[in-house]
């Protein structure tokens, strides 16, 4: 992955995490997460936004769970503190004090 492709993928990925912190129930489908990522600036495909929700549960940022042929994540307590900048995660851009939704 080059290192633009590595800023992209970081910056999704806090976008992912920001998103889940707005979203009813703290929670959200890949279809919805890859929509609202586009409409943040944050463009990548489905596959894309899949695999960064499969690195962010990995990571123990988000839970998973396979919903008939959606993949839903639900952000935890630690993305939670990575989303709001009280913690750091390698591979997730460390948001500005100045980012909202």
Known sequence: MSSFDQTIAEHR????LRVLTK?????ANCSLLTDAT??????G????VRG???????????????LRHLLVARITQAGVDV???LSRR???KKP????SL
Do not use: K
């Open 96 to 99: 500005s004090p100045a980012d």
């Open 45 to 48: 495909t489905r596959d894309q």
């Open 23 to 27: 979203a009813p129930g703290h929670s």
């Open 38 to 43: 586009n409409h943040l600036g944050v463009a």
């Open 83 to 85: 989303a709001g900048g």
């Open 52 to 66: 960064d929700m499969r690195w962010l549960s990995d990571q123990g940022l988000v839970t998973l769970e396979e």
């Open 13 to 16: 990925r806090l976008a992912i």
């Open 90 to 92: 390698d591979g997730v």
